[in-house]
């Protein structure tokens, strides 16, 4: 464990991180079902504390096992078992994530110690990669040990919230400090300890990789409560236009996020990795939400919903705002967009969702409305391609792929 070549030619993800991405299928599915019933029911705080706190335990673990596995993966048999107890330790806390969120809205004691009997589970085994890291790989040992030591930390506190009674809104607290204490490891490590070999390239695509699967799990997610909702009620118009429109909505999505190369951008501007690595989470979350959203369309059809036509089409369509603002911003810090180009494309983008949920407002059928919803996305790409075209400037050579 020497440390990969950070300039490796054709550095691609492994068949091993795709299996280990699969878990992620499991958990950001439980975070949105769990999230989109709160919804339905109308219990909003309850549903965007829950989420926000699974949707970020779910991101900040495979962010920490993507970049260690960019700069050290050997695929021997220590590192196969390592990343096989950490898939374990995946499921356990996605198992916990329907007591988490329940207890959230609940109020009262927070109840997490399956969420993070898992997720210790996932650290112990990272926080042994390191260790071998450091000791494999004495250049770079100060830096592995920072990264073991921050993690370890954490999880004697995050062991220790398990037996500590308090409200809700505290052990909430207690969770954020140590999630900046995590958070911390990386930054040090990186910045001040001399870093580890991250191959820029490889990142992009594991990040893109995990967009794709969020993106897919909302689809499955979607079809399985249209599959109860046929079964229930039978086909409907309605139930055929929010099919087309969390699909359309879906390519939108993914359009929006591939329309710029990062692999090359992160390549050459490699200290702003946290910049990229760090808005990541409410990227994914913003996914992961939008699928909720569409969930919860599911259940307003079958009449389960306390949203209403307004609230629903805004389940969808904030997420979706959410996303682009945020993929948007990315590229400005990253790849040098213009800043009026991301700020005109976003602008459309909002109105059209504003529109969108005016309409349902005004008494438009909730499944048209959608259907308005999955226009943004696809303007907001074509708004992009047509101001880069008009304005040569830092961002033409990065729009090719549109």
Do not use: K
Request: contains cysteine.
């Amino acid at each position: 464990m020497q440390g990969r070549d950070p300039h490796e030619e054709h550095r691609v993800a492994t068949p091993l991180e795709l299996l280990f991405d699969l878990t992620f299928v499991v958990a950001f599915g439980v975070a949105a079902s769990q999230f989109a019933h709160l919804l339905a029911e109308g219990h909003l705080a309850g549903a965007l504390a829950g989420f926000c706190f699974a949707t970020f335990a779910v991101s900040w673990a495979w962010i920490n096992f993507s970049w260690f596995a960019s700069a050290y993966d050997t695929d021997d048999w220590a590192y196969r078992l390592t990343t096989m107890i950490q898939m374990v330790g995946v499921l356990i806390l996605a198992l916990g994530l329907p007591q988490l969120t329940a207890s959230i809205d609940r109020g009262g004691h927070l109840d997490n110690r399956i969420v993070v009997a898992g997720y210790v589970v996932m650290r112990i085994a990272l926080v042994a990669q390191w260790l071998r890291a450091a000791y494999q790989d004495p250049p770079r040992r100060t830096a592995c040990l920072t990264y073991a030591t921050a993690v370890a930390v954490a999880q004697v506190g995050w062991i220790a919230s398990i037996f500590v009674d308090t409200a809700v809104t505290v052990s909430l607290v207690i969770a954020a400090v140590l999630a900046l204490i995590e958070m911390s490891g990386p930054l040090l490590a990186e910045r001040r300890m001399g870093g580890t070999p991250w191959h820029a390239h490889h990142i992009a695509e594991r990040y893109g990789l995990l967009a794709i699967i969020a993106l897919g799990e909302g689809v499955v997610g979607t079809v399985a409560s249209l599959t109860a909702a046929v079964e229930a009620l039978g086909w409907s118009t309605d139930t055929v236009l929010v099919a087309v429109a969390g699909t359309a909505l879906t390519f939108g999505m993914w359009w929006v996020y591939f329309a710029a190369p990062f692999g090359p951008l992160l390549h050459e501007r490699r200290d702003r990795s946290f910049t990229f690595g760090y808005l990541h989470i409410p990227v994914f979350g913003a996914i992961v939400a939008t699928g909720a959203g569409l969930h919860t369309a599911a259940y307003y059809i079958e009449h389960r919903s306390e949203l209403g036509a307004t609230g629903t089409v805004a389940s969808v369509a904030v997420p979706v705002g959410v996303y682009v603002v945020l993929v948007a911003v990315s590229r400005v810090l990253l790849t040098g967009d213009r800043v009026r180009t991301a700020v005109s494309s976003t602008v459309v983008c909002t109105a059209v969702l504003s529109v969108a949920v005016l309409v349902a407002a005004a008494g438009m059928p909730m499944a048209w409305c959608l259907l308005v919803v999955t226009a943004a996305p696809v303007l907001t790409v074509a708004v992009r391609a047509w101001l880069v075209q008009r304005f040569a400037g830092p961002d033409a050579g990065v729009s090719r792929p549109e």
